[in-house]
């Protein structure tokens, strides 16, 4: 249901499945442009794989595998889950506060997709993707700005009302699937404050995908984008990570 409403606001996804502003297919297609076989990838926060499971739309989720198109995909989590996630090579489960269980210059990206806002310590966090990083390296994080719609209105909800009303926004969505939100490393500041310009070469950028949790309403889906026309882009729902590690020296 949520799919045809979509497509009445973007006609374009009968043309392969996605919208003109698919913010996974932007988000996947930049990642997927800094690949190459021989590379070693970090999935930090890889869950169960839920998201790499979606056949509504083939292209947009062969976007989001990278298994097969590097050499290894290692996945990690807080959440045993992560041991079931038929798409990474290794599995990890991993404790919060605790170091990675790889030595330094591991990898050469890291992927953080839709796990930032569940960072509560963040120097810790930007610490230890610089370490298992190769210098050159890359972070590709997707994760809702601070200042965006989604993060205001999520901001404005405790914790512990958030699976009740994402089952109503979201009916596909899992309560197993909800984790607690802190938002400590969802602007440029916070950035650039645990991710220092002396250290890293920052690409990233904000904008619009398709309008989230409202997608039950094409109204509803209308009122958004007119919202997103009057904002200014610091008011973009979805901050795009790309940070490359500096080379030493």
């Known amino acids: 249901m949520a799919i045809s409403k979509l497509a009445r606001l973007y006609p374009e996804i009968a043309a392969g499945g996605f919208s003109r502003v698919d913010g996974t297919v932007s988000f996947y297609a930049r990642v997927n442009a800094l690949l190459s076989p021989d590379m070693s990838v970090l999935d930090y926060g890889a869950g169960r794989g839920q998201q790499l ?5 083939p292209f947009r989720t062969g976007l989001t595998r990278l298994q097969g198109k590097v050499e290894k995909v290692v996945g990690v989590d807080i959440d045993s889950a992560v041991l079931e996630n038929p798409f990474m090579d290794e599995k990890h489960i991993i404790k919060l506060g605790e170091p990675l269980p790889f030595p330094d210059a591991s990898f050469d990206l890291v992927l953080a997709d839709w796990v ?6 963040p120097d810790q966090f930007a610490a230890e993707v610089r370490r298992v990083l190769k210098p050159g390296g890359w972070f590709c994080a997707r994760t809702p700005n601070r200042w965006g719609l989604t993060g205001l209105g999520t901001n404005l909800i405790p914790n512990s009302l958030h699976t009740r009303l994402l089952s109503r926004l979201q009916q596909e969505r899992d309560a197993v699937d909800v984790f607690p939100t802190t938002y400590k490393l ?3 500041g916070r950035l650039r404050r645990y991710f220092q310009a002396d250290q890293w070469r920052d690409c990233s950028y904000i904008a619009n995908g398709d309008p989230p949790y409202v997608q039950r309403s094409v109204a509803a889906m209308h009122m958004v984008n007119l919202a997103w026309r009057l904002l200014p882009s610091s008011f973009h729902t979805v901050f795009n990570i790309f940070m490359q590690k500096q080379q030493a020296g």
Do not use: I, K, Y
């Not at 930032?116 to 310590?121: A, K, S």
């Open 186 to 188: 969802n602007t440029r």
């Open 53 to 57: 499971q979606e056949t509504d739309a």
């Open 116 to 121: 930032l806002e569940h960072v509560d310590n």
